[in-house]
């Protein structure tokens, strides 16, 4: 299950639209950048690898119809991350699993996706995930 960011806790939330000449149509395309906070991390008692797995998601951009949105794009970044080591030797690591936009029909804006994943192992060790940053591009045909 998806942990679900509420849009009011972006920070630094930016976003930009341009009027475009696009594919079918197709007539703004919107940048939307921001980061937010997870709270995410693994943490290990002993030897043995502690992966843990979360999936983030966040509704952003103007609300569209479904005959308005056309595509969107996305990447994410890691951000704050911390590594405690308490015993050497040991593994570590966290990553981006997955990113991926797309257009929500309930909200109808677009949801953002970005699946992440943390390792730990050795007693006491941890590494935490702070924020995750954001740019979504969104393609959309708007009357004018």
């Known amino acids: 299950m998806a ?7 972006i920070q630094n939330l930016q976003q930009v639209e341009a009027v475009v000449a696009g594919p079918e149509g197709a007539n703004r395309l919107f940048t939307v950048t921001g980061l937010f906070s997870t709270g995410f991390g693994a943490y290990s008692r002993g030897s043995e690898l502690e992966p843990r797995t979360e999936t983030f998601t966040v509704l952003i951009g103007p609300a569209l119809t479904r005959q308005q949105f056309f595509r969107a794009i996305s990447i994410a970044s890691l951000v704050n991350t911390t590594l405690q080591v308490a015993q050497v030797g040991s593994t570590f690591s966290w990553a981006i699993t997955d990113v991926d936009a797309d257009w929500d029909d309930e909200s109808g804006q677009v949801e953002l996706r970005v699946g992440v994943s943390a390792v730990a192992s050795g007693a006491n060790n941890g590494v935490t995930i702070g924020a995750i940053a954001f740019q979504v591009t969104i393609l959309a045909a708007v009357a004018a």
């Open 3 to 9: 942990t679900r960011i509420p849009t009011n806790q």
